[in-house]
């Protein structure tokens, strides 16, 4: 009876890895840059700033994660980042309270972007990539239109000292507002019927489908959540900047997609954790931050990610959940 129990409670390497490995990897990446540079890297202040500057992350993320759950992608992100913060920025110019602004850029344009997104997957029937790859041209022309090729400066700087500030003049505002996003994301996937439908429809969508989950209604949600995520980030990444760049954001749809996978959730759908996304999001920025102390330029920084996501996706699928299925 004692062997038995002892059989059915040893743990396999696949257990490990699904356990500890984004911690894992946050600590090695710690140390190779701790190594690297000591003195630059390994000190509170930079780490601060390295949670600071992966809150854009975060909040992409923890978009990309509902659209990877489902065992889709999300491409449009990164441009539904820049076309929100120009929209709420042109609209602080014009003179509208920073509070209304904001809301118009999130819930307006971030939400109403990301229901197109689901309502074409829905009636078109076409996988999510080809939608949000043609989504994320036209949501980035529509950009450039808006803001004329232009940065848009003379923005609120009640706005800008409240969300791009300090509270206390020590814990930046873009950490409390991705940790506050990531609390109610996390909530929201494991204490509702509707995020639990979620889990299921990327686990097995036959299956879901038979015990009277509506795909369609669920995956609508899932697109205007990311589409909020994103806007979240382009409100936070102007603040910082005190403007709208109408190119911000390029390429952080690969930063998006590599801190879901390296945080654990797999690339097939159905399994995944959202506090682990968040830690991915902050060995993005980790690296980053590393490899800019360095003196390494962006090229390599996009190597980088790509190698990781490559790496990630593999692991998943021979030690992660995913390779159960």
């Known amino acids: 009876m004692g062997k038995n129990a002892n059989l059915k409670t040893k743990k396999s390497f696949n257990d490990y890895w699904n356990s500890y490995s984004t911690v894992a990897i946050l600590i090695l990446m710690l140390l190779v840059f701790s190594v690297?540079?000591?003195?630059a890297f390994a000190n509170v202040p930079n780490y601060v700033k390295i949670i600071e500057q992966s809150s854009i992350y975060i909040l992409l993320a923890c978009g990309e994660f509902f659209a990877i759950i489902l065992g889709g992608i999300d491409l449009s992100v990164s441009s539904v980042m820049a076309l929100s913060g120009v929209?709420?920025?042109?609209?602080?110019?014009?003179?509208?309270?920073?509070?209304?602004?904001?809301?118009?850029?999130?819930?307006?344009?971030?939400?109403?972007?990301?229901?197109?997104?689901?309502?074409?997957?829905?009636?078109?029937?076409?996988?999510?990539?080809?939608?949000?790859?043609g989504s994320q041209s036209i949501f980035r022309g529509l950009t450039y239109i808006l803001s004329e090729a232009r940065s848009v400066s003379g923005i609120s700087t009640g706005f800008t000292r409240f969300v791009g500030g300090k509270i206390g003049g020590v814990i930046p505002m873009p950490i409390i507002i991705a940790l506050i996003v990531a609390a109610l994301v996390i909530f929201f996937t494991t204490k509702t019927k509707a995020g639990r439908n979620i889990y299921a429809l990327g686990g097995n969508p036959q299956s879901a489908y038979f015990a009277g989950i509506t795909t369609n209604t669920h995956q609508l949600i899932c697109f205007i959540i990311s589409g909020i995520c994103a806007s979240l980030a382009g409100m936070v990444n102007?603040?910082?900047?005190?403007?709208?760049?109408?190119?911000?954001?390029?390429?952080?749809?690969?930063?998006?997609?590599?801190?879901?996978?390296?945080?654990?959730?797999?690339?097939?759908?159905?399994?995944?954790?959202?506090?682990?996304?968040?830690?991915?999001?902050?060995?993005?920025?980790?690296?980053?931050?590393?490899?800019?102390?360095?003196?390494?330029?962006?090229?390599?920084?996009?190597?980088?990610?790509?190698?990781?996501?490559?790496?990630?996706?593999?692991?998943?699928?021979?030690?992660?959940?995913?390779?159960?299925?």
Not at 36 to 39: A, D, F, H, R, V
Not at 112 to 129: D, H, M, Q, R, S
Not at 245 to 274: D, K, L, M
Not at 276 to 285: M, Q
Request: aromatic share 10%; proline share 4%.
């Open 36 to 39: 690297l540079k000591p003195s």
């Open 87 to 133: 929209v709420c920025a042109k609209l602080m110019v014009a003179g509208w309270h920073p509070a209304a602004a904001v809301l118009v850029g999130i819930f307006l344009f971030g939400g109403l972007v990301g229901a197109i997104n689901g309502a074409l997957i829905n009636i078109t029937k076409l996988p999510p990539f080809i939608i949000t790859l």
């Open 238 to 325: 102007i603040a910082r900047l005190s403007s709208a760049e109408p190119n911000a954001g390029t390429g952080f749809e690969t930063y998006a997609i590599a801190a879901v996978i390296i945080g654990g959730t797999s690339f097939f759908g159905g399994q995944g954790t959202v506090w682990k996304v968040v830690i991915g999001g902050i060995i993005i920025g980790t690296i980053n931050n590393g490899l800019n102390m360095v003196g390494l330029s962006s090229y390599y920084q996009q190597m980088a990610m790509g190698a990781l996501i490559i790496m990630a996706v593999t692991l998943d699928r021979f030690f992660g959940a995913s390779s159960n299925k």
